[in-house]
Structures are given as C-alpha cells and as structure tokens.
T-cell receptor, first 117, second 111 residues
C-alpha cells in the first residue's frame, strides 16, 4: 500500500538557521498538507496546497514559513529562521480529489522531529 | 473561530469494557469527521471516519456517531484490548479540507 514518506526523520538545528523538511505524497493525490505537533499537544494545521498554490494557511504559518512543490513528487516546508518554539513534530499529509467515489481520508507521513537549539 | 473540544483527556478501562470519547465542533460548515489513533512516536493513523450526511458508522469493534444539530460526534470502542491503548484524536473538516483536531484522549486498557 502506498504511503506518504518524509525526510529527515529528525532534524537538529541552531536558532536562526533555515531548515527544509521534505515530503513525498502518495502519487495520485492532489491535495497536500503540513501539520505540526508540539510534544504532548494536539496536531495543528499549518497549510494546505493544491494546484501548485497555497489554498489555506493558519495563523501559525507566518512569513517565516513557505511551501513548495519543486517537482512532480516532492512537497517541501521551509522555515527561514527557526525559533526555539518551532521545535515540534512536523507531519505531511495528502489526499485524493474528493468525489462521490473517493474518501476524504488524509494519509499522514511518519513525521520529522525538528529540534531547535 | 474553528475549534474542536474533546473529552475526556484520559480514559482508563479494563480489558473487555467499552470506551467512549466525545467531541464537539464549532464550525457548522464542517462535513467530515475522522478519528485518528496515534501510538507513541508514530504518525496518526485513521481508524474510522464519517461524513455529515450519515449519522452512524460501524467497523467491527469501532463505531462513530454524529449529531449535526448538536455538533457532537463520538467514538465508541467495544471489547477493548490492550493494543487499543494509544492517544485518540477526533478532527473536523470543512469543505476546504484542512483538519481541525481535538486535544486528544489517552486511552489505557488494563489487562
């Protein structure tokens, strides 16, 4: 069964540095999402992406964040200047186009644990 | 704003008992309600979901009920087993597709 994959599994960075988190969504999926989960807390929506553009973003997703689909398979989240409070697990998710015959299911990747020192 | 409240935050049951987790959502435009199970350090895994045009859905030992008028939905797990122990998250999704998660319920099933 196809799965969403993410790299790296763990990223340690210094405050102020840029990081790029990578995701490979399921191949026939058209909608892509980034979520984050601070340790012990709930999963929070960051941004959704469809047709090569952002379709919705949360208040968390400020100017320090950006997303890109640089080719037909990868979907990236960039944090330009990391802060201590960016330390969290970042999950990528993808889903199919919603029709009468498909589900709304979002499939999550295994996550990237980002630690900002 | 959009919000999902989930209760209880922790739930401990004996093996074989039933477990019920309840959620309330605020956005009346929400039309899709999934439940995810998350084991420690792992990704959220979908266990069951329901669309707003359905009031109840069952899959073996797991069932979900939805009351659109009250904006409530609940997860029911019957005949609980130790491997059901995990954190369970409810979520609500408007037509835009994003998931708004509840705070999570840590379920412990004691053998």
């Amino acid at each position: 069964e196809p799965e969403v994959t993410q790299t790296p599994s763990h990223q340690v960075t210094q405050m102020g540095q840029e990081v790029i988190l990578r995701c490979v969504p399921i191949s026939n999926h058209l909608y892509f999402y980034w979520y984050r989960q601070i340790l012990g807390q709930k999963v929070e929506f960051l941004v959704s992406f469809y047709n090569n553009e952002i379709s919705e973003k949360s208040e968390i997703f400020d100017d320090q964040f950006s997303v890109e689909r640089p080719d037909g398979s990868n979907f990236t989240l960039k944090i330009r200047s990391t802060k201590l409070e960016d330390s969290a697990m970042y999950f990528c998710a993808s889903r199919q186009h919603r029709t009468e015959y498909t589900t709304d299911t979002q499939y999550f990747g295994p996550g990237t644990r980002l630690t900002v020192l | 704003g959009e919000n999902v409240e989930q209760h209880p935050s922790t739930l401990s049951v004996q093996e074989g008992d039933s477990a019920v987790i309840k959620c309330t959502y605020s956005d009346s435009a929400s039309n899709y309600f999934p439940w995810y199970k998350q084991e420690l350090g792992k990704r959220p895994q979908l266990i069951i979901d329901i669309r707003s045009n359905v009031g109840e859905k069952k899959d073996q030992r797991i069932a979900v009920t939805l009351n659109k008028t009250a904006k409530h939905f609940s997860l029911h797990i019957t005949e609980t087993q130790p491997e059901d122990s995990a954190v369970y998250f409810c979520a609500a999704s408007p037509y835009t597709g994003k998931l708004i998660f509840g705070q999570g319920t840590t379920l412990q099933v004691k053998p």
